[in-house]
T-cell receptor, first 114, second 112 residues
Framework: AQSVTQLDSQVPVFEEAPVELRCNYSSSVSVYLFWYVQYPNQGLQLLLKYLSGSTLVKGINGFEAEFNKSQTSFHLRKPSVHISDTAEYFCAVSEGSGNTPLVFGKGTRLSVIA | SAVISQKPSRDICQRGTSLTIQCQVDSQVTMMFWYRQQPGQSLTLIATANQGSEATYESGFVIDKFPISRPNLTFSTLTVSNMSPEDSSIYLC?????????FGQGTRLTVV
């Protein structure tokens, strides 16, 4: 069975500082990896995804993530955060065969401080 | 990318009643997924809905409590039956296209 661990439940960071949100997964099969963002009282928006190919993936709003197979990690990074990045971030994994549901981590609450 | 319309967006319901949530997709999909997000928590898969067959429920979720219909390839409903305050959550439907999951905006349910 797959599982996802987001190591930090809350991450406070000052505006314009860099941030890394950590995600580790476990799976016995090849996987697809995703980061979603949920702004207050809104649905889930896809930030970025890793399906295959380059291990460094770039997403929307200046975010990027690196797939590390040996460490089973998919950490999310942004070099300079804005107040508008304050939200809940979810890491998720699915089996690498398509059309399967996601398994989500517990989420990381990013709070950007002015 | 798939566009999913989900309604109602929110509702406040009396305990003991039932609420049916509708999910419409702008393209045909084989499977639709229903998730629950309890307050301050992550998303948990409730069930997978295939057109033409009974839904497959995850551990801890049963058909009597969460009956699902899937009459065609673009539509599904989830009913939350005999509600209690513990059912207060956000319910989301999802489809997968191109190995990527897309979500409706969710239904925020409050049971009083």
């Amino acid at each position: 069975a797959q599982s996802v661990t987001q190591l930090d439940s809350q991450v406070p960071v000052f505006e314009e500082a860099p941030v890394e949100l950590r995600c580790n997964y476990s799976s016995s099969v090849s996987v697809y990896l995703f980061w979603y963002v949920q702004y207050p009282n809104q649905g889930l928006q896809l930030l970025l995804k890793y399906l295959s190919g380059s291990t460094l993936v770039k997403g929307i709003n200046g975010f990027e993530a690196e797939f590390n197979k040996s460490q089973t990690s998919f950490h999310l990074r942004k070099p300079s955060v804005h107040i508008s990045d304050t939200a809940e971030y979810f890491c998720a994994v699915s089996e690498g065969s398509g059309n399967t549901p996601l398994v989500f981590g517990k989420g990381t609450r990013l709070s950007v401080i002015a | 990318s798939a566009v999913i319309s989900q309604k109602p967006s929110r509702d406040i319901c009396q305990r003991g009643t039932s609420l049916t949530i509708q999910c419409q997709v702008d393209s045909q999909v084989t499977m639709m997924f229903w998730y629950r997000q309890q307050p301050g928590q992550s998303l948990t898969l409730i069930a997978t809905a295939n057109q033409g067959s009974e839904a497959t429920y995850e551990s801890g979720f049963v058909i009597d409590k969460f009956p699902i219909s899937r009459p065609n390839l673009t539509f599904s409903t989830l009913t939350v039956s005999n509600m209690s305050p513990e059912d207060s959550s956000i319910y989301l439907c999802s489809v997968v296209q191109g190995a990527t999951a897309f979500f409706g905006q969710g239904t925020r349910l409050t049971v009083v």
